[in-house]
Every structure is written in structure tokens, then in C-alpha cells.
């Protein structure tokens, strides 16, 4: 369709939405969904039966609803793909990591007073890459050598550039044919079983650093973690680490008194040393082993100190909505069908994601399902992770949302006089779709956009 048609079709479908006799209750979805951008569309319905005799008591069905669907937020974690969805992940998990630092949402204040650190686990150097440098807040040559080599492709290594924040070659290798773009994306896929190993390796350095078994200490201490996995312009995975040390039953009791913030430290650092991963290899792939790299930052986390909760919980929470798309890649898989020159992606995401799709063809390495996982430039893992008993959960956040915006219908069950746990609730729902018209974009856009000028009043 042309576009002078694209958008006379838009405006007429905009004037058809907001006369609809059922607008008030599209607008009033379209509030719940919080400014989604692409709600999830539900078709299906819910009916409330008695327990015992099976009796119908109330039924929700779609069929009443606009368009005969439910709109709900997408939920999504990727600011790259909702906004808004993005904000509130964002927002819940800023909470949750808070809670687990100072208490509150039903984690006692007390906790506050155990050993935590901020740890930061970066990957080992595959090749020299250009950098922003500072000392002191000042910016400093790249990678100034005097004598610098050149490299076999007569590149000489190095760069006296001060590159700015903005600077396009910041993370692209100083020479692209030296640097082990295998590397890169082999740590990138096995970094969540390093993950791993360092936190079993972690419990063993406490226990033994006070000659106990892991399972004697398991009576005495819990190690709770909370962490969050970020891409370095590299387009290499390092992950921020939450660690902290409380009693037996987790956030509510003291860890022992030899459980100290150095303790702690001492087996970060031993146990980031020790673990390492050895990756499938295949007739043309050797094994490698892989582990952390040399920079280890380990801060304590305090009220007062130099780190306190908040920030350590905005930044937390910040690298939760983020991918590997900042680092110049896509935010969907690659597709069989994609001519890997054309996509709009950096010069060095495009050689990490054909390294990605050339290893996925070799026979031994087919676990990491690197084809699958190429726009993420390997890593498979999850982003934002805690221990069971580090904080409350995300689903405990959302389930507290959830029940405010049901209060209405729990009432209602409630003026039929019959006690909750009287009532089963069978479900039945079927995806239908996702996302705007063009039109109901338009009309959603002027109802959010109204709804957040009212908040800023
Ligand atoms: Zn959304
Ligand atoms: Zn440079
Ligand atoms: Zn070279």
C-alpha cells in the first residue's frame, strides 16, 4: 500500500476505534497492559466452579471483550523491544535486588548486616580491541606501545587515538585477522557452566577455609547469589555478582561469625582462579579450556561505604533490560534465510555471529547450539538470575500486581458467600496474536501518553 493511502487507511481505523460503543473498555485494557507496545492478544475464557458440586458460579469469557480478545503485556525484559515492559522488569527487578541488600517486601531489615560483595567476573583477552581509557577522568591513548610489533596481517598494534564514547571502533580488534573470534564465542556459550562451577567452587573455599565439608556448612551458612550477565563491547559476556552470606534458613538468620566480608572475598578470589571449562571439540576444532580472565573487581557492598544498595541495585537492574543488541548485533535469531552481509549489524558482530553459525556446523559441538544462538553471539544463558533464597522473586512481585488488579473479581466471589478455597478456577486460553494496527497504535499511543502527563502533575 502506498503511504499517502497507509495513513488515510490509519486515520480512518483510529475514527473507527474511538466511536466504537466499546471503546471504554479497549481503553481501559489498553491501560492495564501499561503502555505495552505489543500486547499479547488472549482469546479463551475462565469459569469458576464449586469445588464440590461442581457448579457453575461465574465465567469470564473474551467474547464480551473488544475484538473478542484480551490484551495483556507482552513482559518482555529488552527495552530494544517494549519500553514500557522493559521499565517495569526494570523497576520490579530494582526491588527485588534492594530487598535482598537492606530487607523490606517480606525480607527482614536484618540482612543489611550480612556479608555481601558486588563481584564483577570479566572474560580472558582474545586479541587487542580498541578501549576507552581513563585515569583519573581524563582520557587516554588507546593502546599507546613504543615499540609496538606488527602483526603477521601488517597491522601494528597500536593505537594512540583517544577515542570518544561514541566512537564506532571502540571493542573492534586492533586487528580483526589475529583475534580469536573462536574464542570469544566458545566462552560466550560455556559462561553459564563456568558460572556455575565458580559458585560450587565458591562454597568449597569457604568450607574449606574452615576445615568443614560443603555439607557441614550447608547447617551453618547458605551463599546466596543474585547476578546479571553484560556484553562488553568485545561482544564478550562478564557477569555482576550479588554474594552474600547468610544462616541456615537464608536472609532471616545470621551467617556464623567466621563468615566474614574477607572470608568471603578470599574465596571469591581463590575459587575465580580454580574453575575452568573445557569445550566439545570436533575433527576440526580442538578442545579449549576456557576460564575468567585476570581482572577480578570485588567490592564490598554498604549502607554508608563507597557502594551502597541503591546503586549497586539500579545497576542491577539496569543490565537486566539490556542484550547483546548494544553491542551492535540483532535482537533476533538469525534466520536461514538471512544473507549474513546485508543484516545491519557492526563489522565485529558480524564476524562473532559467522563464527558462531561456522561452529554450529561441526560435528561434537552441536550442544551449544550455537546456530540458534548466534544473534547473542553465543551466550544461551539467562540475564538476570538469583538463588532461591537471595530476595523474593519476580513472580512473587508480579503476583502482588496481579492480585490489586483482581481485587474487583475477588470481591465479587466473595458477595456470592462462598469462601475462596470453595471455588476452583479452570482456564482455557489461546494465543491469538501480538501487537497494534496501525490505527490502535495511534489511539494507544494518545491514551499512555495522557495517562504519564497526568502522573507528572
Ligand atoms: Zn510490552
Ligand atoms: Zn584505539
Ligand atoms: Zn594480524
Sequence with gaps: MPRTERNAHAIAGTITRLNAPDYDRWAAQIRRTGGCCQPIHLRGRVDHRHATTGALLRRYTTRTEPDG????????????????????????????????????????TSVSTHP???????????????AR??????????????????????????????HHPDDGRLGEPLCPSCYDYTGSVLFNALAS????????????????????????????????????????????????ALIRLDGPDGPSTPPPMWATADALAEAVRAAARA?????????DQTSRLLGWGDQLDIRPV???????EQAVAGYVAKYATKAAECVGTLDRPIRITDDLDAL??????RRLIAECLRLAYLDGLADLRLGQWAHMLGYRGHFSTRSRLFSLTLGDIRAARERFVHTEECTREHLMGIP?????????????????TAADALVSASLVGSRARRGAR
Excluded at 554498604?302 to 551502597?308: D, I, P
Excluded at 475462596?420 to 497494534?436: L, N, P, S, T
Design 133 to 162: 581509557r581513563q585515569m583519573n577522568g581524563k582520557p587516554r591513548p588507546c593502546h599507546p606501545r613504543r615499540d609496538a610489533e606488527t602483526c603477521p596481517h601488517d597491522t601494528v598494534m597500536s593505537c594512540t587515538i583517544k
Design 302 to 308: 554498604t549502607l554508608a561505604g563507597e557502594l551502597t
Design 420 to 436: 475462596e478455597d470453595d471455588v476452583v478456577k479452570v482456564a482455557d486460553w489461546h494465543y491469538v496474536g501480538r501487537g497494534f
Design 193 to 240: 557452566t563456568l558460572w556455575k562451577r565458580f559458585a560450587d567452587s565458591l562454597r568449597w573455599h569457604l568450607a574449606h577455609g574452615h576445615a568443614l565439608t560443603i555439607k557441614a556448612m550447608r547447617d551453618e551458612l547458605v551463599v546466596s547469589f543474585a547476578k546479571v550477565a553484560e556484553y562488553q563491547r568485545r561482544g564478550v559476556i562478564h557477569l555482576h
Design 344 to 349: 545491519p549489524v557492526s563489522t565485529h558482530a
Design 69 to 108: 480478545v484480551l490484551r495483556l503485556p507482552c513482559k518482555t525484559r529488552r527495552a530494544s523491544r517494549c519500553a514500557a515492559c522493559a521499565e517495569t522488569y526494570r523497576a520490579d527487578t530494582y526491588h527485588l535486588i534492594r530487598a535482598g541488600l537492606i530487607g523490606g517486601k517480606g525480607v527482614p
Design 116 to 130: 555481601c560483595l558486588f563481584v564483577t567476573l570479566t572474560a580472558p583477552s582474545f586479541g587487542a580491541v580498541h
Design 275 to 283: 574453575v575452568h571449562v573445557a569445550s566439545p571439540s570436533s575433527p
